[in-house]
């Protein structure tokens, strides 16, 4: 026998750690486990359930895997206790909840921590709400959402990032990675291209194409995957006929076989059974046995899987080796969310409202409002006397947005309340709620306009008119508030426009009407302080939009990174009011604009002023020729020309000028917030590695294709002057 050599003993001693590492550890304790289970059982595993009584009676008899919508924690320890002491096999039970922005502390809507652009504050704001909620008894999330949502009609553009796939990912990533840092699963959704839902109306058809979906949808999911997101949601859309619960495409071939993901993908919320109605499946065990061969582990709510899969399994339809998979990813996810060690939740020690989380949530609200005009009103002085009004002023709930079930109006800080603290105030409602129509109160807030030397009207959209389910044609100011702006403006006195909305409304005819204007997308707990500090100046607006802001909803989908067209517009075209009657049947123009909007939006995306202005220049690159491995260093100069020390997202936007198939005329790639003293200039720059500016081409190949681009540095995506490179 020979005798080991030194290298040897080294090898195998490693290999002997690898054996042994926690991720193999946890797969030896799932076979082990799963060895254990009858198909009943394992089918129990792959049933989720919202709350209700009946739910100790299944956990007992091993029939649930998981439940959502329960957040008390005795009764959360009632059901685990259920699972975990008189179940056969005591496997704990997973307690999810929509904590979308935040549980108790609301934290700004999705969309509004977006417009921080600031992934470092995302991801603390996560950590604190998973802090909150895994207190309470929460071990997973339905969040982060990353649809891409180029169509504000659709209501839950208020749950994401908004437009642009580069933003989409980095937010992703740091609430995924905020999220587990607290012991929070996150769950990345909707897959696949839900936001692109015809119309803007919510649950409808798309016909993204695959490259689309590579180029424009997959990314932000791809990138929250690899920063540890431990599920996936799939959407309740169809896509170019499939819906994504029966596609196999989607959850097999790219979510496991192409990205290698071992996490667990559940359904939305019956949107197994939704099939039916879809045409897709003739009936709920049908749509059960799609839904499941098609790659979905967990079933939500549509009690498909606990009432036909053994059949579908006895019946040879569904292999019981596919069930045996779905099981792995549920109870891998249970031993690493550390489940069967401590499956309770300690009910004396639930934390809500701490300093540290307030202070988060208040940077949160102040970093997201974005500055769309001032015409010099803004900041007002301390101690002056202003007249507060608007129906969104003192409205606790509605300032928390959609999504927030968890959140207590009494904990809220509205706007009035703070604003009092540093103001005289004198306040007049105007409309009761922003639907409102009536004209008795804007009577009594122009009377009492007369006392004050400014005014604040807060404007916006009620809680319930954006999120899932609450799609709108029209993108106007609801009810009377924009009659109460122009009421206002006709006192002569100066007014401020406070926007507190789940979506960028149609706001033109409104900021001709006022003299600045905030936008804030509904702010959340800590709305109140954070926007009394941006009117006083205690704080300067750093937001930027994240979304294009339209002139009017018919513009619906416009987004700044479109590709070309044939016919681009010039800027010349002549609009409705220029027709001459009896005009020639000639075309106008020829390039693609409406006639009565023209063609740009009301505010491009990456937009938001400041107290101060910067200025950029001396941009510049390391070179005008890369190779495919180069890396890009562009350097500028960014000065602070105004009186406030302030910050500024400075954004990198490139543009490959010919492709096989065609690019978009601007493309996000890389940001920054530079915090300069009045007057200050830095100098700074950014990296981009050539290998970014891959896309899939005409061969649905993953590459950079060699050839001419462009290159802006700027403060929003329509500012700025290119610089040339080339790729070789
Ligand atoms: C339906 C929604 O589409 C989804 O986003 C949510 O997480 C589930 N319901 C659970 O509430």
């Known amino acids: 026998m020979r005798t080991m050599t030194k290298h040897t003993a080294l ?21 082990d486990l799963l060895s254990k289970m009858t198909l009943h059982e394992k089918i129990g595993q792959m049933n989720q359930l919202s709350g209700g009584e009946w739910l100790v009676e299944s956990a007992a008899k091993g029939e649930v895997g998981s439940i959502l919508n329960c957040v008390d924690p005795a009764e959360i320890n009632a059901v ?17 909840r929509d904590v979308i922005h935040g549980f108790r502390t609301i934290f700004p809507l999705p969309l509004g921590q977006a417009a921080t652009f600031d992934p470092a504050l995302v991801e603390k704001g996560a950590a604190a709400s998973a802090r909150e909620a895994v207190s309470s008894g929460i071990k ?15 209501g839950r553009v208020a749950e994401g990032s908004g437009e642009d796939p580069y933003l989409d990912a980095l937010m992703g990533e740091a609430m995924v990675k905020g999220y587990r840092s607290e012991g929070l699963a996150s769950c ?3 897959f696949v291209g839900y936001g692109a839902a015809e119309g803007g109306r919510d649950y409808n058809t798309t016909g993204l194409t695959e490259r689309m979906l590579r180029n424009v949808y997959f990314p932000a999911f791809k990138r929250a995957i690899d920063a540890g997101a431990e599920t996936l949601m799939t959407s309740f859309n169809e896509n170019d006929g499939i819906p994504s619960t029966g596609n196999r495409w989607l959850l097999t071939d790219i979510l ?4 290698g993901f071992d996490g667990m993908v559940v359904t939305d919320w019956n949107s197994s059974g939704e099939m039916v109605a879809h045409g897709f499946a003739s009936d709920l065990k049908h749509a059960t046995e799609i839904s499941v061969n098609a790659g979905v582990d967990m079933d939500m709510m549509s009690y498909g899987y606990i009432s036909f899969l053994e059949e579908l399994v006895k019946d040879g339809k569904v292999k019981e080796s596919r069930i045996d998979d779905a099981v792995r990813n549920i109870l891998r996810l249970k031993f690493r969310l550390g489940l ?5 939740v300690d009910e004396n020690a639930v934390i809500a409202y701490d300093g540290e989380t307030l202070a988060a949530a208040r940077q949160a609200a102040v970093e997201s409002a974005i500055l769309l005009k001032n015409d010099g009103v803004l900041p007002l002085a301390k101690g002056m ?7 969104l002023a003192d409205a606790p709930y509605e300032q928390m947005g959609t999504w927030a079930f968890d959140g207590e109006a009494e904990h809220t800080v509205t706007p009035l309340a703070a604003l009092k603290e540093s103001f005289n105030v004198i306040y007049e409602p105007g409309l009761a709620y922003s639907r409102d129509n009536s004209m008795a109160g804007i009577v009594k807030a122009r009377q009492a306009a007369s006392r004050a030397d400014a005014i604040v009207v807060f404007v916006g959209e009620e809680a319930i008119l954006s999120g899932e389910a609450h799609s709108l044609s029209s993108l106007d100011l609801q009810g009377a508030q924009s009659g109460l702006i122009s009421a206002m403006k006709s006192t002569g006195k100066p007014v401020v426009v406070v926007v507190m909305a789940g979506r960028p409304l149609t706001i033109e005819r409104d900021l001709a009407n006022c003299g600045a204007m905030l936008y804030c997308f509904h702010p959340g707990t800590m709305g109140g302080p954070a926007i009394a500090d941006l009117l006083s100046g205690v704080e300067v607006p750093s937001g930027k939009t994240p979304i294009t802001f339209l002139r009017t909803a018919g513009q619906a989908p416009m987004y700044y990174n479109h590709t070309n067209s044939g016919r681009p517009n010039t800027g010349t075209e002549t609009l409705l009011e220029d027709i001459p009657i009896a005009a020639g049947q000639t075309s106008l123009g020829c390039t693609s604009y409406y006639l009565d909007s023209g063609y740009g939006p009301l505010f491009p995306f990456g937009y938001g002023l400041s107290y101060t202005t910067f200025e950029y220049s001396n941009i510049s690159l390391d070179s005008t020729r890369y190779g495919k491995d180069g890396i890009i260093k562009v350097e500028f100069d960014l000065s602070n020309t105004g009186k406030y020390d302030a910050t500024e997202t400075a954004q990198l936007y490139v543009r490959d000028l010919v492709g096989s198939v065609t690019r978009p005329v601007k493309e996000l790639k890389r940001f920054g917030r530079f915090t300069l003293k009045a007057g200050e200039t830095v100098h700074a720059g950014f990296e981009l590695p050539v290998s970014e500016l891959a896309f899939w081409n005409s061969e649905m190949e993953y590459t950079v294709e060699e050839g001419a681009f462009q290159l802006w540095v700027a403060g929003n995506s329509a500012d700025g002057t290119p ?6």
């Open 188 to 190: 990345v959704k909707h």
């Open 11 to 31: 090898v195998l001693a490693a290999m002997l750690a690898l054996a042994c590492s926690p991720k193999d550890e946890i797969d030896r304790k799932v076979e």
């Open 256 to 259: 496991r076989n192409e990205w």
């Open 80 to 96: 685990q206790r259920a699972a975990v002491e008189d179940s056969r096999l005591g496997i704990p039970i997973l307690v999810s």
């Open 385 to 391: 006397k202003i007249l507060v009004t608007g129906p």
């Open 140 to 154: 997973w999330t339905f969040s982060p959402m990353l649809d891409i949502a180029r169509d504000p009609r659709w």
């Open 340 to 344: 069967f060690e401590n499956p309770y």
């Open 723 to 728: 610089v040339e490179f080339t790729v070789e």
